[in-house]
């Protein structure tokens, strides 16, 4: 069999607490299976400055557009908040260079999450969505982008083709799951919403089986924490998408256990938590590495097909929350590495562990 590359991102701050917990389990789930992988670390973000003078190295750019799949904890933090150029610049060039337009980013409350979301029970339960965030566009990268003295200007602007091709993307996936699609927008407005709006009709067509839903951005950030459980396939711009989806973790109790997943035409996928670097609690061996836990099941189903790898890892996941093995943002009081040594014992012996 082939062997797969992996590009790994260890990131900065939790990046590489959770970056360990991640390859630990990965390295367990897949002993004695026939998927084979090589590690290839790649220096990137504000390591890729320490290391190389840059965030996105161009060896480091090279080597992930060569790989079957990149892995990224998290980077950023106050130790190069004042750098010519920031650990984000490279993460957004990174999404750039390889055209990941679209970024899906899952918010599930399973039972064993209930009791831990801060909703009450009866409207966390059974929460099941997916916010598809358009990733290479809009505020983040328009032109022209000033800073000055007196005044700064970003600019908000998209293509009818960036629009529609983030469409397809979510009413495809909406196919494959409950046939409902949100699509997000502040079209009373602003002008690039009202072409957002245009062109989701348009698609809307494509797919008679879907059922629509428009709202306001302002509107779903209420819907989120009033009525979770009714959405299904959320379609967003980027800067509302990025909003949206931390307030779409909290609701399942902590950021620290989403995954994601960005993906383009063609290329190799990046798998990333959707959290940050955490500065405020990096080194003290508390950083919740379930989001880099799931972001690595969620790498094995979709780049490689090993849905039943993917599985026996958020089987683990779910049999560690049920156990109360977690971390202190989760409302316990493991570490970084009981949670990750509960997970990889799960997946390592599932049978006799007894799942879930
Ligand atoms: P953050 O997501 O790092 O942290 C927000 C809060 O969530 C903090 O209280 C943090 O302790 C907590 N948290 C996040 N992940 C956690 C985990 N795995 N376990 C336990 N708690 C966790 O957001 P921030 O503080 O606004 O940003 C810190 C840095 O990260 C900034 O430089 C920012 O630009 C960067 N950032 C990077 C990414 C990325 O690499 N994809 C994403 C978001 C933010
Ligand atoms: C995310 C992050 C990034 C974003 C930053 C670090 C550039 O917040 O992945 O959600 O805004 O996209
Ligand atoms: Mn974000």
Excluded: C
């Amino acid at each position: 069999t082939e062997i797969k590359t992996i590009a790994v991102l260890k990131g900065d701050y939790i990046g590489p607490e959770i970056m360990a917990a991640g390859l630990a389990v990965l390295a367990a789930v897949t002993k004695n299976t026939t998927f084979q992988y090589r590690l290839v670390a790649l220096p990137f973000g504000g390591d890729g400055i320490d290391q190389a003078g840059d965030p996105l190295p161009a060896a480091t750019l090279a080597q992930a557009q060569a790989s079957d799949a990149i892995l990224l904890s998290a980077i950023g933090g106050p130790k190069w908040d004042q750098a010519p150029k920031r650990p984000e610049q490279g993460l957004l060039a990174l999404r750039a260079a390889l055209g990941l337009y679209a970024n899906i980013r899952p918010t599930r409350i399973s039972d064993a999450l209930v009791a831990r979301s801060p909703l009450k029970p009866e409207l966390a339960r059974q929460t099941d969505f997916v916010i598809v965030r358009e990733l290479t566009s809009g505020a983040y990268f328009g032109e022209p982008r000033v800073l000055a003295e007196t005044y700064a200007i970003d600019t908000m602007a998209y293509q009818v083709s960036e629009i529609s091709r983030i469409m397809h993307k979510g009413f495809r996936l909406a196919q494959r799951r409950r046939q409902h699609v949100t699509i997000v927008d502040k079209s009373n407005v602003l002008a690039t919403s009202k072409l957002w709006r245009r062109v989701a009709r348009e698609v809307a067509q494509d797919y008679p089986a879907v059922t629509v839903d428009y709202t306001y951005v302002d509107a779903m950030a209420m819907g989120i924490i009033a009525r979770p459980a009714t959405f299904d396939v959320i379609i967003t711009p980027n800067l509302f998408g990025d909003i949206l989806s931390d307030e779409a973790a909290q609701i399942t109790g902590s950021i620290g256990q989403i995954p994601s997943m960005s993906i383009g035409e063609s290329g190799p996928a990046l798998y990333e938590p959707i959290h940050g670097s955490a500065p405020d609690i990096a080194g003290q061996g508390i950083a919740n590495p379930m989001s880099m836990i799931h972001t690595v099941a969620m790498m094995l189903s979709e780049s490689f097909g090993e849905k039943q790898l993917a599985q026996r890892v958020t089987a683990a996941v779910a049999q560690a929350i049920a156990a109360q093995v977690v971390t202190p943002d989760m409302g316990g009081q493991a570490t970084t590495e009981a949670v990750t040594q509960y997970i990889v014992a799960a997946v390592t012996q599932p049978a006799a562990e007894g799942v879930r």
